[in-house]
Each structure stands twice: as C-alpha cells, then as structure tokens.
C-alpha cells in the first residue's frame, strides 16, 4: 500500500474542515454531526475518523489552521521589536475573519458550546491564554515606548493585551447579533466612544 504523504493528509484535513465550516454555518454547532459533515463532505465515515474523532477535535484544527498561524505573525512581529500600537494588534488579529472567511455567529456558538462542554471549553481556554500571551508579545515594544521601566512595560502590556481581546470578543458578538460591519468601521468606533 503506498504511504500517504503529510500535504495529501493536510489537504484532506483542509477539504473536511471547509465542508465542517458550512456545515457548522448552516446547522450550527449543537445540531452537527460527524455524519453531517460526512454527507457535506462527500467523504467516507472512516475517511472522516481518520482525520477527526469528535467535533472538539476539528475545532482545535480550525483553530490552527486560520487562527494560530496569526497569532505566530504578531508575536514574530513583537520579537523583532516592531511597534506595533493595539489598535494595529486588534487589527491584525480581526483580519483573520476578512481573510479565512470565519463567520462570526459560529464562532459565538462554539464559544456557547464550551461553556458547557469539557473538551471545547478546554480548548477555548487554551487558546484565549495563547492569544493574551502573543498579544503581550506583539504590543511588547510599543508598551517599552510607554513605560518608565520593564515592570511597568510588562503591566501595560498584559493590560493592553486583555482589552484587545475584550474588543476582538466585543467585535464577534456585535457582527453575529447585528450583522457585518468593517473592522475599522469598527475600531474607529470603539476610539470615539472611548475617548469622548
């Protein structure tokens, strides 16, 4: 039997996550099942199972694929000593819905989901610790410019940190109830309010 190679595994894992996402748009997360994305997917049961056990699993890979490599991007940025202002942070970080096509209301549900199921609230807790952590990263130099000393830098910097992730959770929650809106539309807004 020929081995299969890690990019036709990727690519699989590729083709099952976007049948899941339509899937998970069109039926939302409660109502989903393996056998749903079976169906959207076009694939096999087993071909499914190789790849994915459960749906908990499929989310920790979309959240991988479209929202860690953005993630790895503002902490290299930050590393390199880049300033980058929050607001450019929360830019950055909101793109990923613009680019990867990530529609807002499903990941409100799955945030509804891992409130009351173990697995997912696992993983979503591991990833908001993740995206504070390249947050902090990413904001590093611009908080050195703000500060007097390193103490102070690191404090603005976990306090930026935790507020760009309040107004990236506020962005999702306002685009899934009211409907699109732009993310500078968005920021801008947000600047005005909060400086007035």
């Known amino acids: 039997m020929p081995k299969v190679s890690e ?13 899941a996402l339509r899937v998970l748009e069109r039926k939302g997360v ?8 079976v169906e959207e997917s076009g694939l096999s049961t087993g071909a499914i199972y190789s ?8 989310a ?27 607001r450019e942070a929360l830019r ?3 793109g990923v819905f613009d680019e990867a096509g990530l529609k807002a209301a499903l990941v409100l549900q799955f945030w509804g989901e ?11 807790v591991t990833t908001a610790g993740r995206l504070r952590g390249s947050l902090e990263i990413a904001i590093g130099p611009w908080a050195s410019a703000q500060a007097g000393n390193d103490e102070e830098a690191a404090a603005l910097a976990a ?13 999702i929650a306002n685009v899934a109830v009211f409907g699109p809106r732009g ?3 968005y920021i801008a807004g947000a600047i005005a309010v909060l400086e007035s």
Request: glycine share 8%; charged share 30%; hydrophobic share 40%.
């Open 30 to 37: 409660r109502d989903t099942s393996i056998a749903d994305i």
């Open 114 to 124: 891992a409130m009351v199921e173990p697995g997912l609230r696992e993983q979503l």
């Open 60 to 86: 920790r890979y979309i959240v991988g694929r479209y929202l860690l490599p953005r993630l790895d991007g503002l902490e290299a940025a930050g590393a390199r000593g880049d300033v980058l202002p929050p």
């Open 183 to 185: 993310i500078d539309d």
């Open 92 to 94: 950055a970080m909101l």
């Open 7 to 19: 990019e036709y595994r990727e690519a699989r894992r590729d083709e099952i996550a976007r049948a």
């Open 159 to 171: 306090s930026a940190a935790r507020s760009i992730a309040a107004l990236a959770q506020g962005y």
């Open 51 to 58: 790849h994915f056990t459960n749906k908990g699993e499929l």
